[in-house]
């Protein structure tokens, strides 16, 4: 007589490979998902890190900037400023000097 705990026990030995194997799949697919959204996050940072640089870059310039602005309002306020500008656009000269003028 045969005996038949045999056949059975050879069944489920090979269910617990397909198992395994579906589990070892199963923790591929996922081990795979988790690279590329790794990949995918990585380049998200670089590029918000790039952004980042960018504009603290452009708040320095934009400070710098102010800050030549507040000294042309300052130069402005002075009577070196109100002379050089009575001179340049109504053309308007001291008592001791002596104009050249072009000819047209």
């Known amino acids: 007589m045969k005996n038949p705990k045999k056949g059975k026990e050879k069944k489920w ?3 617990n490979y397909l198992g395994m194997a579906g589990i070892m799949v199963i923790a591929l697919v996922l081990l ?4 590329l959204q790794s990949k995918t996050l990585e380049r ?7 952004k980042a640089t960018a504009l603290e870059k452009s708040i ?12 042309e309002k300052e ?6 400023y109100v002379e050089e500008a009575a001179r340049e656009k109504l053309g308007l000269v001291k008592d001791n000097e002596i104009v050249f003028q072009e000819e047209k």
Do not use: F, V
């Open 32 to 35: 795979g998902s988790l690279m």
């Open 75 to 80: 130069h402005m306020k002075t009577d070196e």
């Open 44 to 50: 998200r940072r670089d590029y918000y890190d790039s």
């Open 60 to 71: 320095e310039s934009e400070k710098e900037r102010t800050k030549e602005i507040e000294a």
């Open 13 to 15: 030995i090979g269910y």
